[in-house]
């Protein structure tokens, strides 16, 4: 490890209290459900109750005279507009047109004075449908004669950052192959190979907020309040859709109650906005839960995957066949397969690795982003394959992950960013965390995980930082306060730039009108491009002030004063901007902007007679290059951790025939307080190796992919190998019995 | 909707008889649930809350008296917890915090879900529930309450006073097997007792909480015979032999508890 020289620094590196965390203990922070605009009516979804139907007949007529009602909107609505929207792909109508791909689509909405008005008015539309073979899983969607989606070619949405999209093979709508060295030769000449099917759940990222839009459209003006994390996408979605200029468009965004992906790109946004088209009044629409489950989820997924490694313990080669079920729209579907063949080959240095990853349609709601996607897919399975592998060796897991890491600056794949962290440090300060060496009660077991995460996304951020003259300081950056704390964090880094106290500077939420453009609010981008953004606009700023000040030393209290010099009498302020374009060809596809760290250790304890598996010890490693906030990084990490905690044991969204079984809280369960490990360590590492301000990179997204990682690894140690997620005790109780009639417990 | 609120038991039950299609509501949080997702559009709720008489435990006779009002919340202090600690036990595993605060035995009992917590600790007591309306009162043993799963034998002008229940200070134990550690519907649930005999209920293993009993000399045999009292079924929380082995595992372990 190198011994850095810091300098000093004022603010960066403290963990100073949250900017927004006096508004939320008082219950003052306003969040999308408190807005109240003038004139504003309320908005109800009717849903498809089926999972694959023509849509022959809807009559609104009843419900359009029902007292208090304003208006429905139908797929008739829409004759004057290209209805299809998608980031990636062009797939979705705002509203089912004649045929409903999941139950739970749109099929009309409704505008009431009030919500009861609005929900009685849903019972009143009578639709007639025509009921279609169900394709529920992936199996059934890729049958030879499965039901086929989408006809047609599939058209590119604004944002897929993909090329040139593959074109449509049945109900797969996207494909990632990668394929370096001699694979079959490689497999031939290895000593041990490991092999095997696995199953990865679809789960719901549950924000406790759920998706929320309050829409006003007067003529080419269309305003929304909306729960995004990427305003501007959302924005310029909105402005194809419905073919206006930019600037007519405006979104709005408070607070977030959370997101994890699923209030990432555009959801309820387009169907809010065409129904204040036609109701000619404002209109909010706020999902339920279960409303908000069949809106976005998390990619289920299979995997074929096999490893070969040599005796002495050199991984020589992988292969990976995956299927990520992106459901009925594509939404961030393609982007997720694509990370995930990307994350599928781990870190290691390989002789050859194949990899072929499909996005595959569904009968069920849309997938699209959750933290840590694709990395969370596929680390468990390479990581645990892995581990496998040194079991039949006799090696210790940790020795061969030593062996066969990549170091820093070494190439990962051909022509993207060269490893840019010292994953081998990092995993042994997990494993020590747990207790690596320490001796082991029957039934423990311990293990580590390794991952990569491409993150960053497209790196485009825009930032104002306005001096006032009474020496406050405003920040203007679009990136959206989700819970992750990047008030906090740029309000730190404008007052280190310009020597003032971090209670002096203001960022405020998104307004599209005002704010400057910043691509998206995810990937663990915003600390690292967007603060980049920020530091060079208040460096600007700073800038303007040397040269006012003419060679007298820098004071913030006597900044007052040099803007009254410097504009004749006090008014009048101080604006630096800064910009983060990408350098070189500025391709997305020759990124990373940075590689996240993804490493997380467990110990575990299993009840061999019931299944249970307790957690007793976990490590995440927030290897960031600079903690600009250590406590807002330690707060990622833990919430990471009972997340994956959540995703490796118990959560689970379960489908029969396209219907979602379990869509409320009591059923669909998100770990609690209870659910916490005895121990829980996160490990920050600073080597000041990022690219974002000071040496940062972003973080929060790889414990939850290294913890389900980390714990499969634990339970596997104990002796029960799983192939299949979530953890439930009834899977490892049969898991073990099954190990029982093999002959192979206890171990 | 109406909402009715009586503040003595005379006027409730009246309230109920002049009104048999007013859907009582203690603590609200089955009721209410059933509101928010629209399962159930009662034209006016009875709500109980202001009526003193339901409220509260008290020893009567060797046996402890629960008001059909009782909070989880209020279950989980002692001394309560001390004569009833299966109960206590139960009580500390129903939902968060806020819902002990409000859930009731009662409303419990009124749900009569095969899922419902009080009720293996209660029948492994030997509980009895006290029903009235305007033409009287009525003592129901519990097995004989609750008739199939989320029903009872309630009239329709009739409330649950409270229960009473015996087997106060005997050995007695609550476990639950579910994914989650808290606020979970469990997949089993199971009160066992050890007083003169064996008993034990589970919860979640068939269409009603059942009851088994046993000679004390029967200890080996008895986690086999409780799980074979099970009718599970398969759902989304687990599968019905998974549920039948879980309870065997779990009446070991609730009678090695008891037994030492
Ligand atoms: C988040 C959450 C978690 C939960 N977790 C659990 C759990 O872990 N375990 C569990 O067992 N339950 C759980 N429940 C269900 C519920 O809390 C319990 O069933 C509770 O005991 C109900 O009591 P209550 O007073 O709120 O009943 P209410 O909702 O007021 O009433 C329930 C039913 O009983 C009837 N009723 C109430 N009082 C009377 C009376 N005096 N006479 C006649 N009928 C009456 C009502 O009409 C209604 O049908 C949970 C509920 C929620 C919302």
Redesign the interface.
């Known amino acids: 490890m190198t011994i850095i020289e810091r300098q000093p620094l004022a603010h960066v590196g403290r963990s100073v209290p949250r900017r927004d965390a006096h508004e939320k203990l008082r219950g003052a922070a306003q969040f999308v459900g408190d807005f109240v605009v003038p004139r504003m009516v309320h908005g109800k979804v009717l849903r498809s109750p089926f999972a694959h139907a023509r849509v022959v007949a809807v009559d609104a007529s009843e419900a359009e005279a029902l007292p208090g009602v304003v208006c429905v909107l139908t797929g008739d609505d829409l004759t004057d507009l290209d209805p299809y929207w998608g980031h990636a792909i062009k797939d979705r109508p705002i509203v089912a047109l004649d045929h409903v791909r999941f139950a739970g689509e749109p099929v009309a909405a409704v505008a009431a004075e009030d919500e009861a008005t609005a929900?009685a008015a849903l019972n009143a539309i009578r639709v007639e449908y025509e009921e279609l073979p169900v394709a529920g899983t992936i199996e059934q969607a890729l049958a030879d004669d499965a039901p086929i989606l989408h006809e047609g070619p599939l058209r590119p949405g604004l944002f897929h950052g993909l090329g040139e999209l593959p074109p449509r093979e049945g109900n797969v709508c996207y494909r990632y192959r990668i394929d370096r060295g001699e694979l079959e030769s490689v497999f031939a000449r290895a000593d041990l190979i490991v092999e095997g099917e696995y199953s990865f759940p679809a789960v719901y990222q549950y924000a406790m907020e759920t998706h929320t839009v309050v829409a006003q459209v007067e003529g080419e003006e269309i305003t929304v309040w909306s729960t995004c994390q990427h305003p501007f996408l959302v924005r310029a979605e909105l402005a194809d859709l419905f073919a206006v200029p930019l600037a007519s468009v405006r979104v709005v965004v408070p607070y977030l109650g959370g997101g994890f992906g699923s209030k990432s790109y555009t959801k309820m946004e387009p169907l809010t906005a065409a129904l204040a088209r036609k109701a000619g009044r404002p209109v909010r629409i706020q999902n339920r839960v279960d409303e908000s489950m069949v809106t976005t989820r998390r990619h289920g997924m299979r995997c074929r995957m096999r490893t070969a490694m040599t005796n002495e313990g050199n991984l020589v080669a992988r292969d990976v066949d995956c299927w990520f079920d992106t459901g009925a729209y594509a939404d961030n579907g393609p982007r997720v397969t694509a990370t995930g063949g990307d994350a599928a080959p781990g870190p290691y240095r390989w002789h050859a690795y194949r990899v072929d990853a499909r996005c595959v349609y569904t009968n069920t709601g849309p997938a699209g982003s959750y933290r840590a996607f694709g990395a969370a897919h596929l680390q468990w399975i390479g990581e645990s394959q892995i581990d496998e592998l040194a079991r039949r060796a006799g090696l210790d897991p940790l020795a061969v992950r030593r062996d066969n890491l990549c170091l820093p600056g070494e190439e990962l794949r051909n022509g993207a960013k060269s490893l840019d962290a010292d994953l081998i440090g990092d995993v042994e300060q997990a494993a020590a965390a747990v207790g690596w060496s320490e001796p082991k009660r029957a039934n423990v077991g311990r293990g580590v995980s390794v991952g990569l995460l491409a993150a960053g996304a497209h790196p485009v951020s825009t930032a104002i930082v306005r001096l006032e003259a009474d020496g406050q300081v405003v920040v203007l950056v679009g990136t959206t306060e989700v819970g992750q704390g990047p008030r906090t964090v740029f309000a730190q880094i404008a007052a280190e730039e310009l020597g003032v106290d971090v209670e002096q500077v203001t960022v405020r939420g998104t307004d599209t009108r005002f704010t400057p453009y910043d691509r998206s609010t995810g990937a663990s981008r915003s600390t690292t491009i967007a603060g980049l953004a920020v530091q060079r606009a208040a460096r600007q700023v700073r800038d303007q002030l040397e040269e006012i000040a003419a060679g007298d030393p820098l004071e913030p209290t006597a900044y007052p004063e040099l803007l009254r010099r410097h504009f004749g009498f006090t008014g009048g302020e101080l604006i630096g901007s800064g910009e983060v374009a990408p350098t070189g060809t500025g391709s997305y596809a020759e990124g990373p902007v940075f590689w996240e760290v993804c490493v997380g250790a467990a110990e575990v304890e299993v009840d061999p007679?019931?299944g249970?598996v307790r957690v007793r010890r976990t490590a995440t490693v927030a290897d960031v290059g600079r903690a600009i906030n250590p406590q807002l990084v330690q707060r990622q990490d833990e919430g990471a951790t009972l997340q994956g905690l959540g995703n490796a044991?118990?959560e689970e969204m379960?489908f029969e025939d396209g219907q979602l079984?379990?869509d409320?809280l009591?059923?669909y369960?998100v770990?609690?307080f209870?659910?916490l490990p005895n121990e829980m360590t996160c490990v920050i590492v600073e080597n000041e190796d990022g690219p974002g301000p000071y040496g940062a990179k972003g973080c929060g997204e790889g414990a939850l992919a290294a913890i389900p990682a980390a714990v499969v690894n634990a339970l596997a140690d104990v002796g029960v190998p799983m192939q299949e997620l979530?953890l439930?005790?009834?899977r490892v109780?049969?898991r073990i019995q099954t190990l029982k009639e093999e002959g192979k417990w206890p171990r | 909707m109406d909402v009715l609120t009586p503040r003595s038991l005379e006027q409730a039950l009246r309230l109920k008889a002049e009104r048999p299609d007013a859907v009582p509501i203690q603590g609200g949080t089955d009721v209410m649930v059933e509101l928010n997702f629209d399962r159930a559009r009662p034209a006016a709720l009875l709500n109980l809350n202001e009526v003193a008489e339901l409220r509260g435990w008290s020893r009567q006779n060797g046996r402890v008296w629960l008001g059909s009002g009782l909070t989880y919340a209020e279950a989980m202090e002692r001394p309560l917890a001390e004569a009833l600690p299966a109960l206590a036990e139960a009580a500390r595993t129903v939902g968060g915090p806020q819902i002990r605060n409000r859930g009731t035995i009662g409303g419990n009992l009124g749900t009569a879900s095969p899922a419902g917590d009080a009720l293996p600790p209660l029948l492994v007591c030997g509980a009895e529930v006290k029903i009235a309306s305007v033409r009287g009162e009525r003592i129901v043993p519990l097995p004989d309450f609750v008739v199939g799963p989320k029903r009872n034998v309630l009239a329709e002008d009739e409330l649950i006073l409270g229960v009473s229940v015996g087997g106060t200070e005997s050995r007695q134990t609550f476990m639950k097997v579910g994914p989650r550690n808290a606020m979970v519907i469990a997949v089993v649930s199971l009160a066992v007792r050890v007083d003169g005999d064996l008993r034990a209920a589970f919860g979640s293993a068939g269409p009603v909480p059942t009851l088994v009993r046993a000679g004390l000399g029967d200890v080996d045999s008895f986690p086999q015979r409780v799980a074979e009292a099970a009718s599970p079924i398969d759902d989304v929380r687990g599968t019905a032999s998974y549920r039948r082995h879980a309870l065997r595992i779990l009446t070991r372990r609730a009678l090695d508890r008891c037994l030492v």
């Open positions: 929900a007679e019931t249970v044991l118990f379960v079984l379990n409320t009591l059923d369960r770990p609690s209870a659910d979530p439930t005790p009834e109780w049969r």
